[in-house]
């Protein structure tokens, strides 16, 4: 089947960076969007940028002016570069990829582990 592996989560101050990356292995035959979602304690599950194969970006207002999505399609690998951290960007971040298995086979959608993020203030 279909692994997405994040990494590049941790603990960071306030007004600092992290750089989380995801990529996908397996049975894949094309990907068409990625993204990132995230989830603090005791809330939804939301959605924080999101990129078409293309290279189309969209962002959640929150992260707007510091967050930057990115793909590398021949790895199969999407990022996020947070910068300006605030603690309200505490959460666990999950990978997310809209995977085709086959040609004549429809879009599956695939989640990661998730990686903590943690800004302290």
């Known amino acids: 089947q279909v692994q997405l592996v994040e990494s590049g989560g941790g603990l960071v101050q306030a007004g600092g960076s992290l750089r989380l990356s995801c990529a996908a292995s397996?049975?894949?035959?094309?990907?068409?969007?990625m993204g990132w979602y995230r989830q603090a304690p005791g809330k939804q599950r939301e959605l924080v940028a999101g990129?078409?194969?293309?290279?189309?970006?969209n962002y959640a207002d929150s992260v707007k002016g510091r967050f930057t999505i990115s793909r590398t399609n021949a790895k199969n690998t999407v990022y996020l570069q947070m910068n300006s951290l605030k603690p309200e960007d505490t959460a666990v971040y999950y990978c997310?990829?809209?995977?085709?298995?086959?040609?004549?086979?429809?879009?599956?959608?695939?989640w990661g582990q998730g990686t903590q993020v943690t800004v302290s203030s």
């Open positions: 997310n990829a809209d995977v085709k298995v086959g040609a004549w086979i429809g879009l599956h959608e695939y």
């Open positions: 397996g049975s894949i035959f094309s990907i068409n969007a």
């Open positions: 990129i078409t194969s293309g290279g189309t970006t």
